[in-house]
């Protein structure tokens, strides 16, 4: 596994200014805020816009926080965690009345819990975690709104298991893994989901794993030295952290007349085209993540700045489709057609 991305932590430690930029609302006024407009301000820093579901899920919190009349102050990182971390520290010194986060790695966005503490700002983080947890001596830090990803990765572990047991007649098979972001919390706990299951079979291995930071064309990159590495009969399964890598991958296995592997690919995201290939029996499996954060978030905004307590650890629900069973092959075609007819990029689940 490359290890490029953890030197973020050290840097992200000695926080520089910068300038911040955002975008506001013109909803309607809320009285008794703070903000120039009069509205409450959310401040909202995204670790970066690399693909499709990030920026999904940018345009989802943005536009139901000022839907309900919240300024919105807002920021990308361009994935650079260093980076995040100091437009954080920017958006702080503007006050606003609630910090809304969705980091990049866990250990190296940890400053921005100690930021806010120190600004009195309540925080929300989402999506991912950081490297400290809500409450204790970070009081402002009111929740983690993510998914649980070490389940996720139990129930991707699970449907492994189920595939290669029908592939190869036994819990048995080599495994290559695309990963998305090294350091991230749903790399971390999908890994260590994933790994408790597969221990119990020793006959099941990941024989090779590399970084593809959740984008498509390092999906197909990595997935082409995997071919090169290992040829027809040295790869029974493919896990990718993510959809954008799968059909990277898939991308470069029919290119090279890899058919032996069509029907072997798990994932995660619950993108359309994701499921498309569940349903046509080309991936084996998808579990989902939806990017649609604005109303699970909204709620929370609402609640905090009302004084309210609210859970430290609420659970984003998800959903699997597989195509191993007919049953399930049936189900992900439904939902297919579903998503086909409401015109939408993801599943909202």
Same mark, same amino acid.
């Given at each position: 596994?490359? %290890?490029?991305?953890?030197?973020?932590?050290?840097?992200?430690?000695?926080?520089?200014?910068?300038?911040?930029?955002?975008?506001?609302?013109?909803?309607?006024?809320?009285?008794?805020?703070?903000?120039?407009?009069?509205?409450?301000?959310?401040?909202?820093?995204?670790?970066?816009?690399?693909?499709?579901?990030?920026?999904?899920?940018? %345009?989802?919190?943005?536009?139901?926080?000022?839907?309900?009349?919240?300024?919105?102050?807002?920021?990308?990182?361009?994935?650079?965690?260093?980076?995040?971390?100091?437009?954080?520290?920017?958006?702080?010194?503007?006050?606003?009345?609630?910090?809304?986060?969705?980091?990049?790695?866990?250990?190296?966005?940890?400053?921005?819990?100690?930021?806010?503490?120190?600004?009195?700002?309540?925080?929300?983080?989402?999506?991912?975690?950081?490297?400290?947890?809500?409450?204790?001596?970070?009081?402002?830090?009111?929740?983690?709104?993510?998914?649980?990803?070490?389940?996720?990765?139990?129930?991707?572990?699970?449907?492994?298991?189920?595939?290669?047991?029908?592939?190869?007649?036994?819990?048995?098979?080599?495994?290559?893994?695309?990963?998305?972001?090294?350091?991230?919390?749903?790399?971390?706990?999908?890994?260590?989901?994933?790994?408790?299951?597969?221990?119990?079979?020793?006959?099941?291995?990941?024989?090779?794993?590399?970084?593809?930071?959740?984008?498509?064309?390092?999906?197909?990159?990595?997935?082409?030295?995997?071919?090169?590495?290992?040829?027809?009969?040295?790869?029974?399964?493919?896990?990718?952290?993510?959809?954008?890598?799968?059909?990277?991958?898939?991308?470069?296995?029919?290119?090279?007349?890899?058919?032996?592997?069509?029907?072997?690919?798990?994932?995660?995201?619950?993108?359309?085209?994701?499921?498309?290939? !569940?349903?046509?029996?080309?991936?084996?499996? !998808?579990?989902?993540?939806?990017?649609?954060?604005?109303?699970?978030?909204?709620?929370?905004?609402?609640?905090?700045?009302?004084?309210?307590?609210?859970?430290?650890?609420?659970?984003?629900?998800?959903?699997?489709?597989?195509?191993?069973?007919?049953?399930?092959?049936?189900?992900?075609?439904?939902?297919?057609?579903?998503?086909?007819?409401?015109?939408?990029?993801?599943?909202?689940?």
């Amino acid at each position: 596994m490359q %290890q490029r991305r953890f030197a973020a932590a050290a840097i992200a430690a000695a926080v520089l200014l910068s300038m911040a930029a955002g975008c506001t609302s013109d909803k309607p006024d809320d009285p008794g805020t703070k903000g120039g407009s009069g509205k409450p301000v959310v401040a909202f820093s995204q670790e970066g816009l690399e693909n499709d579901w990030r920026t999904e899920n940018t %345009q989802s919190i943005i536009s139901s926080l000022e839907a309900a009349g919240y300024e919105v102050i807002y920021q990308q990182a361009d994935e650079d965690q260093a980076r995040q971390v100091e437009q954080v520290q920017n958006m702080l010194q503007q006050k606003p009345d609630i910090l809304v986060v969705e980091p990049a790695e866990a250990e190296a966005a940890t400053p921005i819990a100690r930021l806010a503490q120190e600004a009195g700002i309540p925080l929300i983080v989402a999506d991912r975690s950081l490297g400290v947890e809500p409450g204790g001596e970070f009081t402002m830090y009111k929740t983690v709104i993510t998914q649980n990803w070490e389940d996720m990765g139990t129930k991707l572990g699970e449907a492994a298991v189920a595939l290669l047991t029908k592939l190869n007649g036994a819990p048995k098979g080599n495994i290559v893994e695309i990963i998305g972001t090294l350091g991230s919390s749903p790399q971390i706990n999908m890994d260590k989901g994933f790994a408790a299951v597969i221990a119990k079979y020793p006959d099941i291995k990941i024989i090779a794993a590399e970084d593809g930071d959740n984008k498509r064309a390092e999906g197909m990159q990595i997935m082409e030295d995997f071919l090169t590495r290992f040829p027809a009969g040295g790869i029974d399964m493919v896990w990718s952290h993510n959809d954008e890598m799968a059909l990277g991958a898939l991308m470069a296995i029919e290119a090279a007349g890899r058919t032996e592997l069509l029907g072997t690919i798990i994932s995660k995201d619950g993108k359309v085209e994701a499921i498309e290939q !569940v349903a046509k029996g080309v991936f084996a499996n !998808v579990c989902t993540n939806t990017p649609y954060f604005g109303p699970i978030i909204l709620p929370y905004v609402q609640d905090i700045l009302a004084g309210k307590e609210v859970p430290t650890h609420p659970d984003k629900p998800f959903a699997c489709f597989e195509s191993i069973t007919d049953a399930g092959l049936a189900e992900a075609k439904t939902q297919y057609n579903d998503l086909v007819a409401a015109n939408a990029k993801f599943a909202n689940r």
